[in-house]
Every structure is written in structure tokens, then in C-alpha cells.
């Protein structure tokens, strides 16, 4: 099993700033095949990236991934009020396919 | 636009069975696989198994045999089996939808909170 691990567990910065956040698997992702997802309090999380940089459908431009093999990132260029939520990383190179235990993004 | 949402007990006791259903709207659930995806409180998301629409399923195997699925497309749900459940199988779980290029997921259900306490 691939075992995904998130830095930082929180990250506080406030509205403009730049977010990166960071993902690091255990074993090589197969064809980059990482997503990531953003989950506010109460809801399911929400798919944002999916083969390492490819944004899915409606995610705003700021929002951009990158990486291979081993290290991933998700950058967010400017903070909006709405993108403060927890990130979550995801492999889906091999079965089982395995989560990150997140980054907390907060309000400075 | 794809619609899910999952229906079950929110409370079972200690060594039964975990039962949910996940209900499809907005588009068939032929032709797509299907997965179940749990959270426990203030933790993060763990991968239960998935099924298509034909029937066969796959699960992870840190829940060894405990995870049975099926699929009725004639209803357009399907449905999570989780046996011999223990308070570390509290949690919300999920359904959600493989996109169609691979295994990540694009529809998600909002999720439902079971408890497993007597």
C-alpha cells in the first residue's frame, strides 16, 4: 500500500498570499496518478486536481498541481476567503487506492 | 448533473452489520464504477472498495472479508455491507463515482454519519 504523507498539517496565510502544499508518497505514483481534493466543515470533498496537473472541470486557474514520482504540490497562486478548507492528496496508481491525512489551510 | 445520495441506519450496535445504500440520480449507473469511502471524525479518507455496474467488486484489504457490495441498476443504487463492525468503524461514509479516465472520483455523495456503539 502507498502510504501519503502531507506537510504541513496546517498552514496559515491570509487572503492574496500564494498556498503550496505538499504530498509525498511512500513508493513512485505510476503515471502521476495523484489527485487532489478540497473538503470544507460538513461537506464531501471536492475533486480539484486528478493526473498530477490536469484541473477538473470548473476549478479556477489559480489552483495548479504539479510533481512526479515520489513528491507532489498543489499551489494555490492567490488566497480567495472561499479556498480556506482542509486538502487532501490521493493516489490512484495502485489498488489500494490511498488518501493523505490532509493540510489544514486557515486564515492568518 | 450526477446526484448521490446515501440512506441507512446512523446507529449499529457492536458486531452486526453495516448496511448503506447509495442512490444515483442524474445519469445511470451502468457502465461506471462505483466506490464507498469512509471518514471517522476529524481524521482523514479511507478507501472501502468498489463495484461496477455489472457486479464485480473489489475492496481494500486492510478491511479483510468484512466488505460485501452489490448493485441493483434496475434501481440505480448500490449498496455498502460492512460486518462484524466496531466503534473504529464509526464514521461518514461516502459514495462516490470513478471518473471515466481513472481511479479518482469526480461525484460525491454528502455522506452519512454511522456510529457503531450498544
Known amino acids: 500500500e502507498i502510504v501519503l504523507t502531507q506537510s504541513p498539517g496546517t498552514l496559515s496565510l491570509s487572503p492574496g498570499e500564494r498556498a503550496t502544499l505538499s504530498c509525498r508518497a511512500s513508493?513512485?505514483?505510476?503515471?502521476?496518478?495523484l489527485a487532489w481534493y478540497q473538503q470544507k466543515p460538513g461537506q464531501a470533498p471536492r475533486l480539484l486536481i486528478y493526473?498530477?496537473?490536469s484541473r477538473a472541470t470548473g476549478i479556477p486557474d489559480r489552483f495548479s498541481g504539479s510533481g512526479s514520482g515520489t513528491d507532489f504540490t498543489l499551489t494555490i497562486s492567490r488566497l480567495e476567503p472561499e479556498d480556506f478548507a482542509v486538502y487532501y492528496c490521493?493516489?490512484?496508481?495502485?489498488?489500494?487506492?490511498?488518501f493523505g491525512q490532509g493540510t489544514k489551510l486557515e486564515t492568518k | 448533473q450526477v446526484q448521490l445520495q446515501e440512506s441507512g441506519p446512523g446507529l449499529v450496535k457492536p458486531s452486526e452489520t453495516l448496511s448503506l445504500t447509495c442512490t444515483v440520480s442524474g445519469g445511470s449507473i451502468s457502465s461506471y464504477y462505483w466506490s464507498w469511502i469512509r471518514q471517522p471524525a476529524g481524521k482523514g479518507l479511507e478507501w472501502i472498495g468498489r463495484i461496477y455496474s455489472s457486479g464485480s467488486t473489489n475492496h481494500n484489504p486492510s478491511l479483510k472479508s468484512r466488505v460485501t457490495m452489490s448493485v441493483d441498476t434496475s434501481k440505480n443504487q448500490f449498496s455498502l455491507n460492512l460486518s462484524s463492525v466496531t466503534a473504529a468503524d464509526t464514521a461518514v461514509y461516502y459514495c462516490?463515482?470513478?471518473?471515466?479516465?481513472?481511479?479518482?472520483?469526480?461525484?460525491w455523495g454528502q455522506g452519512t454519519l454511522v456510529t457503531v456503539s450498544s
Open positions: 493526473g498530477a496537473s
Open positions: 513508493q513512485s505514483v505510476s503515471s502521476s496518478y
Open positions: 490521493q493516489q490512484y496508481g495502485s489498488s489500494p487506492y490511498t
Open positions: 462516490a463515482r470513478r471518473s471515466s479516465s481513472g481511479w479518482y472520483f469526480d461525484y
